[in-house]
């Protein structure tokens, strides 16, 4: 599920390069706004999960959006 | 609530007009990387919109759509029993600008006029009350005036806006129709979200201030003034396809409606990506879906009329159309109609 996760946000996003789930999403050159809201899209899609944007802010890493959707899944 | 159903009444015509100022969002803005240019156009589908220049006010344009429409559909001003204006840019803060109108259109001093303020769900909540009016009796024939200058609200240098929100006055002439097939409707209302699509100062909660129109980097993180168009873009996106897909979703199964019995769904033109997705998530086929906002962006309550105008002005055949119509955003306040277009007088959209 970890794997698929990653793949569907690398794609979300349009990033080419590595992707840790530690890293900081906010660091990335392809994070602005519009890759905010094709991040909503996919999560909305993928996992029928919506978040706003105050539980966004919470998220530091990669592996807190992973873990915020696991916990919504249970 | 009961169920909205009106009988009998008919949109006789709709007409549109645009300035002929035309802002490129590949071309101009040079304060932002070619790069992200192209990603908004991507993202928004908006390849360029229309500004109003200085001395032209939504009044002006909506009056030009009118007299154009009353002339093609050959009515006298002065059958006009209402005018209705919908906007969030009138000429005046008081009179009402629809007051203006009346002397200017030449109707007669029995004719009911106002104004009312919405955006994005401007037009279905406008047909609600037109047809509430011919519906209860006393009106026969009315003029919807529906239209916004938003480019006088947003500051020109704000990147969540400076993509999206284009210019343009629309008028539909609604009637009472013997016979006319039923038009069944369905408005929501939050304020609880009021905040998110706002201009926080410059009216009388937080009056205008040397402060206020400051530009200057707010709490968002976003460039502008106290006075200038506010979007939590995150928000609104979610609002649309939570909120709004719910409802319109409701409202075909409350209504039994077969989506295929459906000709073309028409959403507000807030931006390709989400419109794009509410009409998936209501398994609408996109060739049913129509848009307008490549041409003229994100035009607030005129959206859903001026893409009506858009399509119907060139279309081969438009003898018996049935549309969803759907509005949604500031307020937030939101809306659905089921309306069967019946050989609707569709005059080519006005440059001016």
Not at chain 2, 212 to 221: E, M, N, S
């Amino acid at each position: 599920m970890k794997d698929l996760f990653l793949k569907r946000f690398v794609e979300a996003i349009e990033r080419e390069d590595e992707t840790k789930m530690e890293d900081e999403f906010r660091n990335y050159e392809e994070w602005d706004s519009l890759a905010s809201l094709s991040l909503v899209s996919m999560i909305d899609d993928e996992y029928s999960i919506n978040f706003s944007h105050n539980e966004l802010e919470k998220m530091k890493t990669v592996k807190d959006i992973y873990d915020f959707i696991v916990s919504k899944s249970v | 609530m009961t169920k909205i159903v009106f009988k009998d009444i008919r949109i006789a015509g709709i007409s549109g007009a645009v300035p002929k100022n035309k802002v490129n969002n590949l071309k101009d803005h040079k304060f932002i990387s070619l790069e992200e240019r192209k990603k908004a156009i991507k993202l928004t589908g908006i390849n360029e919109y229309r500004k109003a220049l200085t001395s032209q006010c939504t009044s002006d344009f909506c009056e030009l759509a009118a007299k154009k429409l009353l002339k093609d559909l050959r009515i006298k001003s002065d059958s006009i029993d209402g005018i209705i204006f919908i906007t969030q840019t009138p000429d005046y803060i008081l009179p009402s600008t629809a007051c203006l109108l009346q002397n200017k259109l030449g109707c007669y001093q029995t004719t009911l006029a106002f104004d009312v303020n919405l955006g994005c769900s401007g037009f279905v909540y406008g047909l609600y009350i037109a047809c509430s009016f011919i519906q209860g009796g006393s009106l026969k024939r009315v003029l919807l005036l529906v239209g916004d200058t938003q480019t006088k609200l947003s500051y020109n240098k704000d990147k969540n806006v400076v993509f999206l929100l284009g210019d343009a006055g629309t008028a539909t002439i609604i009637e009472a129709s013997p016979g006319a097939p039923e038009i069944k409707m369905k408005f929501m209302t939050d304020g609880s979200r009021y905040d998110k699509l706002i201009v926080p100062a410059g009216g009388f909660r937080f009056p205008s201030s040397k402060e206020t129109r400051t530009i200057k980097t707010q709490a968002d993180g976003g460039i502008r003034s106290g006075e200038h168009i506010y979007m939590d873009g995150m928000e609104i996106f979610n609002f649309s396809i939570i909120d709004v897909v719910k409802t319109v979703k409701e409202f075909i199964e409350d209504e039994n409606i077969e989506i295929e019995e459906i000709d073309y769904l028409i959403l507000h033109q807030a931006n390709k990506f989400m419109t794009d997705k509410i009409a998936k998530k209501l398994m609408f086929s996109p060739e049913k879906v129509l848009y307008s906002l490549d041409y003229y962006g994100n035009t607030s309550c005129a959206s859903i009329p001026l893409t009506i105008v858009h399509h119907f002005s060139k279309m081969q055949d438009k003898s018996y159309k049935r549309c969803l119509l759907s509005g949604f955003g500031v307020g937030l306040s939101w809306g659905v109609v089921d309306i069967l277009l019946e050989d609707i007088c569709c005059p080519p959209v006005i440059e001016y």
